[in-house]
């Protein structure tokens, strides 16, 4: 069955440092997203990217995260420079194309941990 | 500073028995919604969509009701086995949002016990 791929599983970073979080989609899928979970909180939505460019944001996704589809494949959130509240559990998720709303599937998550 | 995480509600039921979960949804003009359950250590996995031209959906062993009148929606596990341990989240899609732009609720803890 296929599935988001999303690595690394967990990344320790120290505050102030530039992460990127990489994340493959399932192949026939145009839209893609980022999410995070802090840790005992709810899911929430960073950014939703389609044809190249970002659909939406939320208030979270701020000048510091970028996303970019650099090679037909790979998804990517950048955060250029880490704060200790930025430690959560980042999905990637993607879903088909289709004038209907569809479900969306998520990877397993990269735990980033800002020290 | 020191986040403080929310509290689950927690459903502990018995292996074999129907579970209910709950969740009452924000915005009145959300026009899909979908049930999600996420293993410890995982990332959300889909078990039922419904839109909201519709108050009732079944799935395999799972069925999803909506009723907009009071702005909720409830999943109903039938003959609940111990794999469906996990925490459940509803999410609702505003239809003021792009698609796939989801609203998480905050989740309720299902333990079952044998």
């Known amino acids: 069955e296929p599935e988001v791929t999303q690595t690394p599983s967990h990344q320790v970073t120290q505050m102030g440092q530039e992460v990127i979080l990489r994340c493959v989609p399932i192949s026939n899928h145009l839209y893609f997203y980022w999410y995070r979970q802090i840790l005992g909180q709810k899911v929430e939505f960073l950014v939703s990217f389609y044809n190249n460019e970002i659909s939406e944001k939320s208030e979270i996704f701020d000048d510091q995260f970028s996303v970019e589809r650099p090679d037909g494949s790979n998804f990517t959130l950048k955060i250029r420079s880490t704060k200790l509240e930025d430690s959560a559990m980042y999905f990637c998720?993607?879903?088909?194309?289709?004038?209907?709303?569809?479900?969306?599937?998520f990877g397993q998550g990269t735990r980033l941990t800002v020290v | 500073g020191e986040s403080v995480g929310l509290h689950l509600p927690t459903l502990s039921v018995q292996e074999g028995d129907n579970s209910i979960i709950n969740c009452a949804y924000s915005?009145?003009?959300?026009?899909?919604f979908i049930w999600y359950k996420q293993e410890s250590g995982k990332g959300p996995q889909f078990i039922i969509d419904?839109?909201?031209?519709?108050d009732k959906r079944q799935g395999q062993r799972v069925t999803v009701l909506l009723n907009k009148t009071v702005k909720h929606l409830s999943l109903q596990i039938a003959a609940t086995q111990p794999g469906d341990s996990a925490v459940y989240f509803c999410a609702e899609k505003w239809t003021t949002d792009s698609w796939g732009k989801l609203q998480f609720g905050a989740g309720t803890q299902v333990v079952v016990t044998p």
């Open positions: 419904i839109r909201s031209n519709m």
């Open positions: 915005n009145s003009a959300s026009d899909y």
């Open positions: 998720a993607s879903r088909v194309q289709g004038t209907l709303d569809t479900e969306a599937f």
